[in-house]
């Protein structure tokens, strides 16, 4: 467990000596609600979102964002770049196996995803009075699932990119069509039948919904649970699958 938080607060330190990194992982999501809430429509109420007003809606999405992209960049790259450099062969002739190594870069993206989380909710109450989590315990429920589902993908994409730079085009690729079935461009509640149905069954589609439903009071529907953990299962099983130290 030492060896554990150790390599954590070193590959911490190293993520925090990348300033573009730093940036859109952790700052451009505060920065991006601050920029919609300053938008005088969205602070509206609006009959066909159910007299809700469009910065409600968009707190879990940019929360989904930070997920998304922890999981599609951050992760995935770091692995590869590892792996192809040598790194993780290396580790498995000393006593910290490569598997704390992955350990330690799931606890930190977490760790990390869920201090931007706290932030982009403390902004939306405090500077646009959104609705903190009815169902707080639903809420967290709903990021768990949703943060394992991406991060399954994430590792998915580590196990099969040939280098750091592949793994970071792969996730580029990714990131921006999950986004939109999470509703970055434009909210479930605005998107026709087709696409809901098919952002139901998409992980940032079905954690955007399970995070808004805990917000009204709700606990997440089981077909969006389902789908989360069908999402890890599957991506997770793949990854352990094909994943290579060397």
């Given amino acids: 467990m030492s060896a554990l938080a150790r390599l954590t607060k070193t590959e911490t330190k190293l993520f925090f000596r990348e300033p573009s990194a730093v940036f859109f992982a952790l700052a451009f999501q505060p920065i991006l609600l601050i920029i919609l809430g300053s938008i005088p429509a969205m602070r509206e109420p609006d009959n066909a979102l159910g007299g809700l007003r469009s910065i409600d809606l968009y707190v879990p999405i940019i929360i989904?964002?930070?997920?998304?992209?922890f999981s599609t960049s951050m992760l995935p790259q770091q692995f590869a770049s590892y792996r192809e450099k040598g790194v993780l062969r290396r580790m498995r002739t000393t006593p910290v196996k490569p598997s704390v190594m992955l350990s330690a870069q799931l606890l930190m993206c977490t760790s990390m995803s869920v201090g931007v989380m706290i932030v982009v909710l403390a902004i939306g109450r405090l500077a646009f009075k959104v609705n903190l989590p009815a169902q707080p315990l639903a809420y967290v429920l709903g990021y768990v699932l949703c943060t394992l589902a991406m991060f399954s993908i994430g590792l998915l994409v580590a196990s099969l990119a040939p280098s750091g730079k592949g793994a970071g085009a792969i996730g580029t690729l990714l990131f921006f069509p999950v986004?939109?079935?999470?509703?970055?461009?434009?909210?479930?509640?605005?998107?026709?039948?087709?696409?809901?149905h098919i952002s139901d069954f998409t992980p940032l589609g079905a954690g955007v919904q399970s995070l808004q439903d805990a917000t009204a009071g709700h606990w997440p529907q089981l077909l969006h649970i389902g789908v989360m953990v069908g999402w890890t299962i599957v991506a997770g099983g793949l990854a352990a699958r094909y994943f290579r130290w060397e």
């Fill in 179 to 196: 986004m939109f079935f999470g509703g970055l461009w434009a909210p479930r509640a605005t998107m026709n039948d087709l696409l809901r």
């Fill in 64 to 69: 989904a964002m930070a997920i998304a992209m």
